[in-house]
């Protein structure tokens, strides 16, 4: 399983890996909430800020703007996506920190977890959306 961000993947559009938290919301219930799922919970939120951050999507935005200019508002929407699911992190990251062992937070984390899975989950559908956008333009 890919952990990090392939930036430059066959399509040319950024794209974020959910599938380790995916999984680890999805875990079944005696191992969740054990001391290894927290600790391997806490670095993979950090793992998918990090590929946010590295992930050029100021880049990508200009190149689609630059082939297919009358859809510049969705291009708009890819960083300000990237940001707005970094933002979640970090929130969701700090409950994580507060919450840790507490298992009576577990099901509030889990659902977190789960907004977040698929806020990146939209910006990947959108970031391939105008990777396809931008290859067929790029065969006329």
């Known amino acids: 399983m890919n952990s990090s961000l392939d930036s430059t993947n066959e399509k040319n559009h950024p794209i974020v890996d959910v599938d380790v938290v995916d999984e680890l919301i999805k875990c079944p ?47 708009e929407q890819i960083p300000e996506r990237a940001v707005d699911a970094e933002l979640e992190i970090v929130r969701v990251r700090s409950h994580v920190r507060e919450a840790l062992g507490k298992s009576d937070a577990l099901e509030s984390i889990k659902v ?7 806020r990146i989950k939209l910006f990947n559908y959108l970031s391939e959306d105008l990777g396809n956008i931008i290859q067929r333009c790029h065969k006329r």
């Open 29 to 75: 219930p005696d191992y969740c909430g054990s001391a290894i799922w927290w600790t391997r919970l806490a670095q993979s939120l950090d793992d998918l800020r990090e590929q946010l951050i590295t992930c050029n999507v100021r880049d990508f935005s200009r190149k689609f703007v630059e082939v297919a200019p009358e859809l510049s508002d969705l291009a």
């Open 112 to 118: 977190e977890v789960k907004s977040v899975v698929h």
